[in-house]
């Protein structure tokens, strides 16, 4: 609470003016009173494993049974999460999806059975897809909470949020060449706008909307 909400809760029994002791004595702790305010907000966001630093995080730790083995804040909050979320695991399909939220911070976008997953058609597998890599992640750590002889794979699935424009043509005499060659699936949150021409001339083609 800063000074001026202190001086405005006051009734007009006490005399608020800046010359009078009672403002003189809030303007001494007020002060005082917001110092101990942003300690105590910092506390309370220090409880989030997201948000704590150094010895929180080692106390964290302590309580879920988890060391730092000599890692980084950032390398330790996604070990920290993952002990955390396999603490409370039922090993269940959506204890995994909850414990890889936890390992990827979100990256994780979902599982696929690896039998008939694109390149891998391997039984007793898993394809699990994520938004980006993450270095600091170990992500060995994915074994331990899946049947034995179940193998992981991790694949970074590029997504697209906005506008997409594709648009083919055919030109007699041109050569047209479109990257990539292989494409890959794309997974898109978009409007998309497909357009497709053929020309036996010279003439300018222009494909719409530019």
Do not use: C
Request: no cysteine; hydrophobic share 35%.
């Amino acid at each position: 609470m800063n000074l001026k909400n202190m001086i405005t809760r006051l009734t007009s029994n006490y005399n608020k003016n800046e010359s009078s002791n009672v403002y003189k004595l809030f303007s001494i702790i007020s002060s005082e009173i917001e110092s101990l305010k942003a300690v105590f907000d910092k506390i309370e966001s220090w409880r989030s494993i997201r948000n704590a630093e150094g010895t929180t995080l080692d106390l964290i730790g302590e309580d879920i049974m988890q060391d730092r083995q000599g890692m980084s804040d950032e390398q330790y909050r996604p070990m920290l999460r993952f002990k955390s979320s396999l603490n409370k695991s039922a090993t269940d399909i959506n204890s995994v999806n909850t414990t890889l939220k936890s390992i990827t911070d979100n990256a994780f976008i979902r599982i696929h059975e690896g039998y008939n997953y694109r390149d891998i058609n391997e039984p007793a597998s898993i394809m699990i897809e994520l938004k980006e890599y993450n270095p600091n992640i170990q992500y060995e750590m994915i074994d331990t909470i899946l049947a034995a002889g179940v193998r992981a794979y991790a694949r970074a699935i590029s997504q697209t949020q906005g506008t997409i424009y594709m648009a083919s043509a055919t030109l007699y005499g041109e050569t047209t060449t479109v990257y990539p060659y292989k494409i890959e699936r794309i997974e898109a949150k978009a409007k998309v706008y497909v357009a497709s021409g053929y020309n036996t001339s010279y003439e300018t083609v222009k494909i719409l909307p530019k």
